[in-house]
């Protein structure tokens, strides 16, 4: 089994950033690709980013790219999602999910998931 354990979120101004984190625990070994999704209330959960585990090779939903950064410390066991420029329709949870098979975008193909962080932007 793998445990990840999402963290970083918290409120912050419109203009502003934040970096959440996800410790991977277990069976950290299994895994190909660790991703971002967020779900803000009422909508469906939407991909943000993946990463692979081994190479750092990142993927990113195209709405998203050049406001969020993905990353991964093997060492630490930890990925890291750098999100600048936020505005409210960031306000999220976020969740990270690790996946056994190929980088993907859809939540199906994700086997293990944190618990969430909730992302407020203020405006």
């Given at each position: 089994q793998v445990q990840l354990v999402d963290s970083g979120g918290g409120v912050v101004q419109a203009g502003g950033s934040l970096r959440l984190s996800c410790g991977v625990s277990g069976r950290a070994f299994s895994i190909y690709a660790v991703g971002w999704f967020r779900q803000a209330l009422g909508k469906e959960r939407e991909f943000v980013a993946a990463i692979t585990w081994a190479g750092g090779t990142p993927h990113y939903a195209d709405s998203k790219k050049g406001r969020v950064t993905i990353s991964r410390d093997n060492a630490k066991s930890t990925a890291y999602l750098q999100m600048d420029n936020l505005n409210a329709f960031d306000t999220a949870v976020y969740y990270c999910a690790a996946s056994?098979?190929?980088?993907?975008?859809?939540?199906?193909?994700?086997?293990?998931?944190?618990?969430?962080?909730?992302v407020t932007v203020s405006s």
């Open positions: 056994r098979g190929p980088v993907a975008a859809t939540i199906a193909d994700y086997n293990f998931w944190g618990q969430g962080t909730q």
